[in-house]
């Protein structure tokens, strides 16, 4: 039953590898019998494939959530009941939340930490290997079992990804309880995995190099770890309670039996909120990588923006009752909330204004990574400043559960978030691959993409402040005109990410420009110093780091 | 910082085993509770997840025997699982925030009072107490009695307290490498820890079949077995890998500077044992 | 046809003081944020332009300078307090319950609202007045598409009314623009808001949380009509429920009960039974045809459902929601149409004694 004992590596191996700018490395006879095909990469411990797996799994829950979304788009074309039922309505509109956040967002960044940590710190592999390749394959199993509740009698989830209690519990389908164990296992997946990130951060870092010597990739990513573990216990904690009072009649969120659905949102949004920023305190560590090699200068405030990470993590948890302003709570907890919420915006602020401060007096040149950057910080700024409208509680009634919700989260996730994991591919995709990405196909995807997510997203602010509400299949005539923008955008949006695909597939089949080590004149960083395409195995031994001449606070 | 590479595994094929058996026992359990069926897929993933962790953490543990971690990897390990630790701490940080949220404010306000003692329109009747014997609508039920602190409780919480304290002597024996104390100590724990588990099934029994205690009793019921009950599964499982810990030792496993294993499970006991005094306290004291 | 005092992309002013607070509130953080956006992208173009590598840009060397740093930090920090100030009064201004002339209990049901008059014994189910003709397309929509009901609340203007939320089933949200009132009616708990309305008119709102399949279907119609006209229309409410109750004794003709029936079904059962009858097997299963429906056999299994719904499915239970005369004429329609040929009618008196059997 018990394997042989795996081969240990031979030390001298891979040397070379960390040579500077080295030439790619022959990988004969290190890690015997590697399996192939398939078996590769269901057994693969190697961190490079993971954060691959990682990246195709989120690339292909993308276009599931968003074809899910486009069916919420279609129906929404026309005032009406016109193309979908309302159950079948409210389970996309539930499992487009549910898969985007979920299955694309958070997968596609742990996929990026995967491929991209170890390189930047200097460590052969992620800290616990095994546990790594555990983590991923997690995630097919939950999804499995999540889109298979859409076929099970009385459909799948349909009561918005926030699933609120009792709408959850004494009122959900009956795959209520298979949503659970899915989000379980999903839940089980981030833990492990930021664990993983943690240890490897805090332990693998090539000698020399400190947590200040850190790329803020890898920091804003040591930060979001912690929220994850931090938040992730709490939200299987609460689907727990939800499964309980589903199946063994406790009451926790019954007022009957003395509990308390207000408390369902409690315990949600404690995790919910901070859930959040964790989608999108990697976005600035990608955007901060980024920013600073196509303007030709150092990125302004390097200590500020660990600060301002930190502070917007620590700030997270204390915040969380702005999603609830209307559910009654009494008023200190009404201001209290409101001013915490508030205040995220300075950390925030300190961050946009470092950038900006980088581009200030730059060398600036447009390469695709960097259009995508651009573009992230305009549109998250948009975001952002709806998201201090928000925060003003007394408003907040008023734009509460509208499409001006709907409007800043997708302004902060879809041009903040996806925007960033754009920009991301498109900058270490030489490094993964060993080619540029088609800088055509790119172009072309980067202003439809613009042009697409701006038509879907911005009416839906007047939408919203004109009184149209989230999660309904069928409106009033007078939104009719904006709806319409919003599908048409949507459906371009969606479409022009085919051309991303299209640049993907170039890239695997080496179809393009081959990319030097130093793929990006004004880029820093070990992973740099690797060979395009970086070898399976990389920094055996640990490379060199003079925190004077390498770390990206020196003076 | 060591010279030596780090330790990287080839491959594995526990990861991917173990996420299908874990499959197979999510959807086991859901079929279980929604349909009735599904005992056999259950049982497949049950068995096979303990099957996986054998395997798994035997390879572990032939590899540290041969001397693959070094320091770093050693590190990586405490770490690893210290946060895990962590991410336990806040799983039952959400329970026990359950527990104050629903006794400071859900409860008064049922009753009229506070902030929005308004509801107290919905529930004329209903009086706020803690432990709560009557729930805001009576037909669910309250329990009859509670279980008294000063009984079994009370001995379960020296059990635990001994049971932490006789680990931290086989760990001193562990590292004056005398084996046999270690072994003596480490027997000791077990059969505290065992005792524990006993106890608290004998309470869970008179609670249930006597005093109406159960989960569906309310509020009070919900959360004494949602605490009891996972810090119970807790016990449990620290008690596997401290049993785990012992055929190791007896296998002349762990050296007096090479024992994380050993550690890491002292670790855990610890976490658990913490978690149960805040139980005592507000479960069953207060 | 607005629907409220919005311009169509902007919230609406609305008719109280407070909405009217909130609408400035609103347009004032509006504009510190464009302010703010055109600064911030203002010097992010600007530099995009200047500094272009195409144009021979040289990068400059410094990165870091704890002066802006600190200034940047603390000017934000000064603009949220200048935000946090009004937002805060006119918040304290919205708890402010007491001293309220009308007390209206408002409960949420999937998915229909139910107002309670709470001193004037006077209660009733508002639900969605548009018909399903126009949501299915067959028909024009109206002017007040999904935004009209049969049973509007109606209150006087100029009186203090203080509205106490609950729900009967799940988390709903009572929203009406124009008023900016928004709170989410939470089973087993109330939650409370007031407001006084300036001037008469009708209102109209939607519920703003999800609450299931029909969530887009239960809008709120509020007419605040001046005291006399108020009262005028109390002295009519209790009329007809008077009506109502003597009605339920006397024996009612199959006309009648068709006439009423059909009504009541195309409110409450056509949503998921449709209205031909021919339901949504297997969820919804169809009634035409439908054995139970056609037999005097299935005749109590029938009334018997209506009353106290069928438990693991959603039909839900009447009993508490319609009047006797209502279910009685449901169950006769239900009973007849559509070539079902039962025959038989239910008398309200009959339903009246079985609930008073329990
Ligand atoms: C990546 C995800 C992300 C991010 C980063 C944010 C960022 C913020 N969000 Fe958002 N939010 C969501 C995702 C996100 N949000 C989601 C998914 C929901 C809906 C969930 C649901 O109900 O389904 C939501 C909902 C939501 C609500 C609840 C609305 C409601 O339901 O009624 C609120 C309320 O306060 C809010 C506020 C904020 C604030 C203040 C920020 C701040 O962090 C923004 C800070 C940034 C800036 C302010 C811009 C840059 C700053 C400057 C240029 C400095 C100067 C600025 C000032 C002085 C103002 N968000
Ligand atoms: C986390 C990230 C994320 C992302 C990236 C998106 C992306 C998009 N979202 Fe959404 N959205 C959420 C998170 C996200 N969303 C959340 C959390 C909610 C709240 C849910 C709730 O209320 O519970 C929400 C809700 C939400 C709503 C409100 C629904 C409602 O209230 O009823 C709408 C409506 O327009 C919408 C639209 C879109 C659109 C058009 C996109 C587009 O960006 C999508 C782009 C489309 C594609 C990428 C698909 C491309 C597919 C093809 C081209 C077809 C080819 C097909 C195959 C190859 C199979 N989203
Ligand atoms: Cu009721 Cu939504
Ligand atoms: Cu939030």
Redesign the interface.
Known sequence: ???E?????D?HQAISDTAAGGSAVDQGGH?????TGLL?W?????HKEIGTLYMLFALLMFFIGGTMALIVRAELFQ????FV???FF?QMTTMHGLIMVFGAIMPAFVGLANWLIPVQIG???M?????N??SF??L??SF??LLSTLFME?GGP???WTF?A??ST??GP??T??FI??M??AGISS?LG???I???I???RT?NMRLMDMPLFVWTWLITAFLL??????L???IT?M??D???????F??????????FQ??FW?FGHPEVYIMILPAFGIVSAIVPTF??????????MVYATASIALLSFVVWAHHMF??????TA??FF??ST??I??PT??K??NW??????????FELPMLFS?AF??QF??GG??G??LA????D??Y???YFVVAHFHYVLVPGAVFAILAAAYYWLPKWSGVYPNVKLGLAHFWLSVIGVNLTFFPMH??G???M??????????FAD?NMLSSIGGFLFGISQLLFVAVIVLCIRKKGEKAPAQAWEGAEGLEWQLPSPAPL?TF???PEFIPERDSPSRH | ?ST?????????????I???F??FL??G??ML??SGSGLIPFLIGFVGTL?VMY??F??VF??SQ?G?YDA?MD???R??MA??I??????????F??LF??RV???P??DGE???GVTAL??PDFVATWP?MT???P??G?PDAIVNPWTLPLINTLLLVASSITLTFAHHALKHQDRKKLINWLVATLVLGGVFLVIQGIEYVHAWTELGLT??A??????F??LTGFHGVHVTIGLIILAVMLVRVLKGHFTPDQHFAFEASAWYWHFVDVVWIGLFLFVYVF | ????T???????PGVTSISQ??FS??MI??WI?VA??VV??G??FW??FA????KG?????????TT??VI??AV??LI?IA??IP??A???K??DTSDADIDILVTGY?WRWHYQYVEEDLSFFSNLGTPRS????EED?G?????EVDNPLVVPVGKKIRFL?TSN???H?W?V?DL?????T????I??SWTIIDEPGTYR?????????????MPIEVRAVSQETYDEWLEEQRQMLAEDAAGSQREWTMDELMDRGKGVYNTYCAACHQADGSG?PP?FPALKNNPMMITEEGRDAHIDAVLYGRSGTSMPAYSGTLSVADIAAVITYERNAWGNDAGDRVQPSEISEMLSDD
Not at chain 1, 5 to 9: A, D, E, F, S
């Open positions: 039953m018990v394997p004992l795996p081969p240990r590596p030390k890690h015997h019998e590697q399996p590769r269901l057994l693969t411990t190697n005032p009406g009941m016109t039922v309302p159950e409210n460590a052969p592999d800290a616990l290997p095994r546990l390749n555990f394959w997690l097919p199993v499995t079992i009385g349909n009561f918005g609120y009792p709408l004494t009122y009956p795959s309880s298979f164990l899915a379980h296992l833990i930021a664990i993983n943690i240890a490897t805090l332990n693998l000698p573990i931090a938040v992730m216990p709490v299987a904690g609460v309670m499964l309980l589903i199946n063994f009649g406790t009451s926790f019954d007022a009957a039996g003395g509990g308390d659905p207000v408390l409690h315990l404690f303007a030709r200068k150092r990125l302004f405030g390097y200590a500020s209307t559910v009654g709570l009494p008023l009404q201001l409101m001013y508030m205040l915006a300075v602020g300190v946009v204004f900006i401060a980088t581009l200030f007096r730059g060398s600036i040149s651009l910080i305009v700024t948009i400043l709806s201090v409208m003003i509680a007394p408003v009634f008023q509460h559960d509208t007047f939408s402040l004109a009184g509400p989230r999660r309904i299949p069928d409106y009033a005539l007078q904006f195995h055996d031994t640990p | 910082m030596s590479s780090y330790y990287v595994p080839a491959t594995s094929k526990w990861p991917i173990s996420v299908i874990l499959g999510a959807v359990a859901g509770m929604t099957w395997g798994w035997m390879d032939k590899e041969a693959l770093q590190r990586s390990f770490q690893g946060w895990f962590f991410s336990e701490v806040m799983f039952f940080a959400a329970f925030g359950t949220y629903i404010f859900a409860l306000w049922l506070g902030a929005k919905l529930w709560l729930t805001p609508d037909s669910i309250g989960l569906q309310g509020i009070y019921g919900a959360t077995f949602l | 046809a607005a629907i409220n919005s311009s169509g992309w902007n919230l609406p607070e909130i509130l609103h953080i509006f944020c703010i956006a911030v992208f010097v992010m530099s995009l500094y272009r590598k195409s840009a040289k990068p400059a060397n410094f990165h870091e300078n802006v740093e940047w930090t934000p920090l949220l935000m946090a937002a805060t006119t918040l304290k919205i708890y999937q126009q949501i299915l397309g929509k002017d007040f598409y999904l935004l939320f089933d799940v988390i949200a929203w623009p900016a009132i928004k709170k989410d939470i089973p087993g708990f939650n409370e709102g939607q519920c703003a949380e999800l609450c299931g399949r029909d969530h887009a279907y949504m969820a």
